[in-house]
């Protein structure tokens, strides 16, 4: 009668029926809209379409915050303002709701130009960080495993030191600490236009390092599942540790590690608005920005929180697709924390 | 300020000590009340998502995907602004603003309970089907059965999920920076923002880096303990 | 007036028919065994004596009483069941496994639930086992542990589900001794088993189920030296076989 235990702190969980119908359309309208945003002002596809011949229809010159609202902000604000002032018998718990959500419908329409360029920002620190993370993480788990007493105790004290220390305090040290952010925009290839200003490099390098750390542990953890008798078998058919280590380890271990993997994605996601404290202008800080401009603080954050939770879910059910695509048949069942 | 500018970064960090000893007094509060909130609504909300029905447990999971979806900056910075918490004014000596503790906390907490409710709903799943069948077969009640045999075997097997969230809470209580809240990486940020003393970032770092470090470390070996201690003799779980 | 009387009973899960038309009754002291192919009903047929599963249609008598007008916990308490997998209470001891029924069904105080788990506990042969975790126990002790669980709540009927089929060889005896000592203490049992000895020296009764259907039912030598039907006998020869 109960499900199969599913005992991972995944963000999301299984979702069916007619939620996840609900999930998906929402998930489709809202990155139909990043992307669109995306494109509308990349420099690159911009170009492109320059030199066909259509030089306007992009509009990659323009600054975040000189781009148009796709939504009538003003037409909501109007509706807003309207309902206020002419309520008449209107009973005041159902105009000051409706007045409330016009309200946010204009600020959102208002700031959706920003906020696009915010969440953009946002899967991009997640997705490199991510990515080159990775190449920290399967030496770190695998010298942790097979490598010397010394070489392992390192990697030990590496990924401990990183999960026992806050991210905020490392972003922190990163980024007003180290002279890391003066040192690179001392680059020239900093002054190219498109390249993410040092905040956002020096974001990415916590990051790297921060999750290369998580990813380690899961990785760790699903290379020791792999049953000892296949490294065994591996030599026994004349490779050596290494490349027994590397063919027949890592592609099974591999993907055990898929779904914890898949769970530190997620959990990057969110934790990449920490970012905005490094004055990193993702999702996060967009909406903080707008705050002190408009001082609707509750609203604008109201707002960035659904924004979140769209990338979130999708990405969870992204991420619960992919799982089941690489399982092999008897290799790699879910393990995982956090 | 003659002689202080005098010292170097090092000893500047600890001639302060005791500042950062106030901080982390209200870091350990926060954690301790987040826990402890999240533990007391996780519990329940574990057992509805699994022993519910209906609107509760649709409104329990619903619930619990916003809180588990969403970033922690985000959820305590809406409660700060968003709930009319009274202006309960500062708690002396430790210098902790009551309203910015109580949004943290109920930020924190209320995300904590969300995560320990799927550690517990997954821990009450593991328990195999035989030992509820077992129970009413000698003629408990649902209600008893759950009580006596199910629930503690469930909190046993979600010690290891607890303990983690533990370090998960105690590691984002530093996000109350967010609101202000004085504790110990907000006074750090204080300290190296004093005059002439941004040299001493580096610095002040690394030593509440380390004060969080030696607190996840020691809780973390007290809890494995804590676990050998009651573990079921002779179970593997 | 019978113990238990079973009418009628059918069950099905969606299309499938798993328990039709069975009725056969068993009298006070009665041993009743029931044999049959796997996927034939019989731990359905047990667990509808104890409400574990619902029947569809057909009645079921405890004592002349309908077992659906009885409060289901007072029916359980007074059926109690023995499972195939022990299903001990993995965090508790051996004597608490006993004494928590005692305590929170049948309120007793604490002193006399011990007095009276200690007392099951020897009469299954496992007196200097109370302290052990089920996990710490063999598994032919945890199925006896089991059974003083069962017996303790003072039930008039007991179920045996395949007690002895998870075991290793060299465990079974221990607990089939168990058994036979309660059949002729007088203990009223339904039990479903594949141990043809058990059945020749204490069964009443034995009844042959397949496909949900009461195919013959008699006395052990009759049933076991002249099978009315080529079904039981074929039965009966491919189980002497495996044995
Ligand atoms: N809860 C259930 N839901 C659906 N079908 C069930 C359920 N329980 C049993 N069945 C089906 O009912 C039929 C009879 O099952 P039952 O467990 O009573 O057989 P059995 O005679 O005890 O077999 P075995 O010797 O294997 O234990 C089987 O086909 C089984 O698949
Ligand atoms: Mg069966």
């Not at chain 1, 915050?65 to 796709?70: C, I, K, V």
């Not at chain 1, 991510?130 to 490598?147: D, E, H, K, N, W």
């Not at chain 1, 063919?247 to 934790?271: C, D, M, S």
């Not at chain 2, 005059?195 to 030696?214: C, H, N």
């Amino acid at each position: 009668m109960t499900e199969a235990a599913e005992t991972r702190g995944s963000a999301v969980g299984r979702v069916g029926g007619r939620k996840r119908q609900v999930f998906l359309a929402v998930g489709g309208l809202f990155w139909t809209w990043l992307l669109a945003r995306w494109a509308y002002h990349n420099t690159l596809l911009d170009g492109l379409l320059t030199a066909v011949g259509l030089p306007d229809v992009l509009r990659s010159d323009l600054g975040v915050s000189q781009r148009e609202p796709w939504l009538p902000a003003d037409w909501f604000a109007g509706v807003a303002a309207n309902l206020a002032t002419d309520a008449g018998g209107v009973s005041v718990l159902v105009v000051d709701p409706l007045v409330w959500l016009f309200e946010l419908a204009a600020l959102a329409a208002e700031s959706e130009p920003a906020l696009a360029a915010g969440a953009f920002l946002t899967v991009y620190l997640t997705v490199l960080s991510m990515f080159f993370g990775l190449f920290i993480a399967v030496p770190a788990a695998v010298t942790r495993i097979y490598g010397g007493p010394i070489s392992s105790r390192i990697s030990l004290a590496y990924t401990e030191l990183i999960r026992g220390t806050p991210l905020l305090a490392q972003l922190f040290f990163f980024y007003f600490g180290l002279p890391l952010a003066g040192f690179i925009s001392g680059f020239r290839v900093m002054e190219v236009s498109g390249m993410p200003r040092a905040a956002a490099v020096v974001a990415i390098v916590a990051f790297t390092i921060n999750s290369s750390a998580y990813q380690a542990e899961y990785i760790r953890a699903a290379l020791q599942s792999v049953d000892p008798g296949q490294l065994t078998a591996a030599r026994s058919v004349g490779l050596s540790r290494l490349q027994g280590i590397r063919h027949v380890v890592l592609p099974q271990g591999l993907r055990y590690a898929i779904p914890g993997w898949t769970n530190e994605f997620v959990y990057l996601l969110k934790y990449s608005s920490l970012a905005a404290f490094i004055t990193v202008p993702e999702l996060f800080r967009r909406a903080r920005n707008i705050g002190s401009d408009t001082f609707q603080f509750t609203d604008i954050y109201l707002i960035v929180g659904l924004l979140y939770l769209a990338l979130v879910i999708t990405t969870a059910m992204l991420m619960n697709r992919l799982e089941r695509r690489v399982t092999i048949p008897g290799v790699g069942m879910p393990a995982g924390r956090d | 300020m003659e002689p202080v500018a005098l010292l170097s970064d090092w000893q500047f960090v600890v001639s302060n000590w005791r500042f950062l000893l106030l901080g982390t007094v209200v870091t350990i509060l926060l954690t301790l009340s987040s826990l402890s909130l999240g533990f007391l609504l996780g519990f329940p909300a574990g057992a509805i998502e699994v022993y519910g029905d209906g609107w509760l447990k649709s409104a329990v999971n619903t619930v619990g995907v916003i809180l588990r979806g969403t970033p922690i900056v985000v959820l305590i910075v809406l409660f700060f602004f968003a709930l009319p918490i009274p202006r309960l004014g500062t708690v002396p000596v430790i210098d902790m603003q009551m309203n910015a503790f109580i949004a943290a906390t109920l930020a924190l907490g209320l995300r904590s309970a969300a995560y320990q409710g799927q550690v517990f709903r997954g821990s009450i799943q593991s328990i195999a089907s035989g030992q509820m069948e077992a129970a009413r077969s000698i003629g408990m009640t649902k209600l008893q059965a759950v009580r006596h045999v199910i629930f503690p075997q469930a909190v046993r097997r979600s010690l290891p999920g607890f303990q983690n969230e533990f370090t998960i809470v105690l590691k984002d209580t530093s996000v109350a920076f967010a609101i202000g809240l004085a504790e110990l990486l907000t006074r750090a940020e204080r300290l190296y923002l004093q005059p002439g003393r941004d040299t001493a970032v580096i610095e002040v770092i690394i030593v509440i880096s380390a004060i969080y470090f030696i607190l996840t470390f020691t809780t973390n070996r007290a809890l494995d303990r804590l676990q050998q201690r009651y573990a079921i003799p002779g179970g593997n779980e | 007036m019978s113990l238990l009387r079973i009418e009628n009973v059918d069950k099905s899960y969606g299309d499938e028919d798993v328990l039709h038309d069975v009725s056969f009754a068993m009298e006070t002291q009665d041993v009743e065994v029931i044999v049959g192919p796997s996927g034939s009903g019989k731990s359905t047929l047990l667990r509808c004596v104890n409400r574990l599963t619902e029947i569809d249609s057909g009645a079921i008598y405890l004592n002349d009483e309908e077992i659906h007008s009885l409060d289901e916990n007072e029916l359980r308490r007074r059926v109690g069941m023995v499972f195939q997998d022990f299903s001990l209470f993995a965090h508790l001891t051996a004597r608490g496994n006993i004494t928590l029924g005692l305590r929170e069904v049948l309120e007793l105080p604490k002193e006399e639930a011990v007095a009276k788990a200690d007392d099951y506990l020897d009469r299954v042969g496992l007196a200097d086992q109370g302290d052990s975790y089920p996990a710490e126990l063999s598994g032919g002790q945890q199925q006896r542990v089991g059974i003083a669980r069962a017996l303790a709540m003072d039930p008039d009927l007991l179920l045996f589900d395949e007690p002895t089929s998870a075991l290793d060889p060299e465990l079974i005896g221990d607990v089939l001794r168990v058994m036979n000592d309660l059949a002729e203490e007088g203990m009223t049992m339904l039990c479903v088993t594949h141990e043809m000895g058990f059945a020749r020296s204490a069964a009443s009764t034995v009844t042959f189920l397949d496909e949900g259907r009461i195919v013959e039912r008699g006395p052990p030598e009759q049933l076991f030296e002249n099978p009315e039907h080529d079904r039981t006998n074929a039965f009966l020869g491919e189980l002497s076989g495996l044995h």
